[in-house]
């Protein structure tokens, strides 16, 4: 798997994506934007990959934001275009069925703090900043940052976040419930592949029905319940189900196939 802009390693199951312009801060351009879809297209079709760390190269940031130099001179229709394919890659982070952590090295910022809020969880190490500026540039988020803050850290917290520009912390972001865990940056990869390995011996369709039915949860044209009895019905026609149920009987531990 070789991408221009990512670094990618497949780890014990684990598929881990460094952002790497590190002399850029690892700011979004539009070729990290085309290499995070594709690869997200392989995250999807390659049962060998059961979960993804996305990162950032380097000590300082995990992605401060959005590439604003491509944003020059960009006309009204091409920055609602620049806004949907964000969203857009963005949205297969989060409907990805395999679990994804964001390890927030540094700064997220803009569309990096967008991009960390699309994975399905944050773990941040000390120095993590987090916020969206985009105001200061007289533009406001377009990568799914008004929605995905808002859900994340309640309407006040967000609108004060996006009005004023201002950044937080990592140990306010953990206050805010933005971020899951915060550690010692040296410790940021281990802490998310520990979390990832406890999913990895669970059963594949359970873990991604699941997070299926979650993220419904901030789906309007969905009712969660509905699609929540619907996918826990469709656990009980995997071979995994019975594996499962049958383990439990004999006190054993299961062997989860994936089908
Ligand atoms: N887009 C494009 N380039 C960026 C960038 C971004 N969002 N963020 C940083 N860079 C580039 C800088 O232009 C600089 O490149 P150069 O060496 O070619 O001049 C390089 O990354 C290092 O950044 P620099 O500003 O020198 O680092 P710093 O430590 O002084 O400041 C920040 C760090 C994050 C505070 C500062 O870079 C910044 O404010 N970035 C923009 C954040 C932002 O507004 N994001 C939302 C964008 S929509």
């Given at each position: 798997m070789s991408f221009q802009t990512l670094f990618t390693k497949l780890e014990d199951h684990?598929?881990?994506?460094?952002?790497?312009?590190?002399?850029?801060?690892?700011?979004?351009?539009?070729?990290?934007?085309?290499?995070l879809d594709a690869v997200m297209d392989r995250v999807y079709k390659f049962p060998e990959i059961k979960s993804v760390i996305i990162t950032g190269a380097g000590l300082k940031s995990f992605v401060a934001g959005a590439d604003i130099k491509e944003f020059e001179a960009l006309s009204k229709e091409a920055a609602i275009a620049v806004a949907k394919k964000g969203?857009?890659?963005?949205?297969?982070?989060?409907?990805?069925?395999?679990?994804?952590?964001?390890?927030?090295?540094?700064?997220?910022?803009?569309?990096?703090?967008?991009?960390?809020?699309?994975?399905?969880?944050?773990?941040?190490?000390?120095?993590?900043?987090?916020?969206?500026?985009?105001?200061?540039?007289?533009?406001?988020?377009g990568y799914g940052g008004t929605q995905r803050?808002?859900?994340?850290?309640?309407?006040?917290?967000?609108?004060?976040?996006?009005?004023?520009?201002?950044?937080?912390?990592?140990?306010?972001a953990l206050e805010y419930g933005l971020v899951n865990y915060v550690v010692p940056q040296p410790d940021l990869i281990a802490k998310a592949q520990s979390i990832l390995g406890a999913s990895h011996a669970k059963a594949p369709i359970a873990v991604?029905?699941?997070?299926?039915?979650?993220?419904?949860?901030?789906?309007?044209?969905?009712?969660?319940?509905?699609?929540?009895?619907?996918?826990?019905?469709?656990?009980?026609?995997?071979?995994?189900?019975?594996?499962?149920?049958?383990?439990?009987?004999?006190?054993r531990k299961p062997d989860f196939k994936g089908h």
């Open positions: 684990t598929l881990i994506i460094t952002i790497n312009r590190p002399d850029k801060l690892n700011a979004l351009n539009q070729q990290v934007m085309l290499d969203q857009s890659v963005f949205s297969k982070i989060e409907n990805s069925p395999k679990p994804v952590i964001a390890c927030v090295n540094g700064y997220a910022l803009g569309g990096g703090c967008e991009l960390a809020m699309s994975c399905h969880f944050i773990v941040a190490s000390e120095n993590a900043l987090f916020g969206q500026p985009e105001v200061n540039l007289g533009i406001m988020p803050l808002t859900q994340k850290v309640g309407k006040a917290r967000a609108m004060e976040l996006i009005v004023t520009g201002n950044t937080i912390s990592a140990a306010q991604a029905n699941s997070i299926k039915a979650v993220n419904a949860a901030w789906d309007e044209s969905i009712n969660g319940y509905d699609l929540e009895a619907t996918l826990f019905g469709e656990c009980f026609i995997t071979a995994d189900c019975k594996e499962g149920i049958q383990a439990f009987i004999d006190k």
